[in-house]
């Protein structure tokens, strides 16, 4: 990150290095830069993920809903809060080797 003093305005703008590298380190040493095969991993990574936590929050939303309607509050309460850490536990253990992969 760089910084620089714009001469019109006075104020100091910063300038960010780009995170994908076009062409290869000349120093000889591994490159910090994400190459562009990674960022495509990482971008079809990342849209995976928000297709599989949108549908399961919509999922686990509707349940919520349900059950706190026809059980009450106080047992609608207890039913809502055991979905939702059966819910992370089960999103941790499966998706984790989903996205390693």
Known sequence: MSSKRDPES???RTEEAPLLSKSP????SKSSKISENDAKILYKNFIFMCIAFSLNHGCVVSCLTYATTE???DL???GSGALYICTIKCN?????DLILT
């Open 10 to 12: 006075g104020k100091i």
């Open 25 to 28: 380190s000349t120093s000889g």
């Open 71 to 73: 059980l009450g509050d």
């Open 76 to 78: 609608g309460g207890y």
């Open 92 to 96: 941790i253990a499966s998706f984790n």
